[in-house]
């Protein structure tokens, strides 16, 4: 499956999520990633993300499709990390 994940945490977690959420999916921009993974990836992202989280200040937002050709994506600025497919 192809997800945006987005997340907003408090700044002594923000190097924790963001070291764990660059191991599974594509940095794009602050608290901003994107990627193809399979469900039993983000669940173990998940499972790892919540051990740290505090749930009544920090949240995590997963936006989920089957791939990225059903999403039109348009950048206007600098492009942080081009993702590019190489066949």
């Not at 945006?4 to 963001?18: A, H, P, S, T």
């Not at 669940?43 to 919540?50: F, H, P, Q, S």
Request: net charge positive; charged share 35%; proline share 0%.
């Amino acid at each position: 499956m192809y997800v945006i994940l987005v997340y907003d945490c408090g700044e002594k977690r923000v190097g924790k999520m963001l070291k764990l959420c660059r191991k599974y999916l594509n940095w794009i921009q602050n608290s901003v990633f994107e990627g193809e993974i399979s469900e039993v990836k983000l669940k173990e992202l998940t499972l790892k993300a919540e051990e740290f989280m505090k749930k009544d200040e920090d949240s995590l937002i997963i936006f989920s499709g089957r791939t990225e050709k059903w999403l039109d994506k348009q950048i206007i600025g600098k492009e942080r990390c081009s993702i590019n497919n190489f066949l």
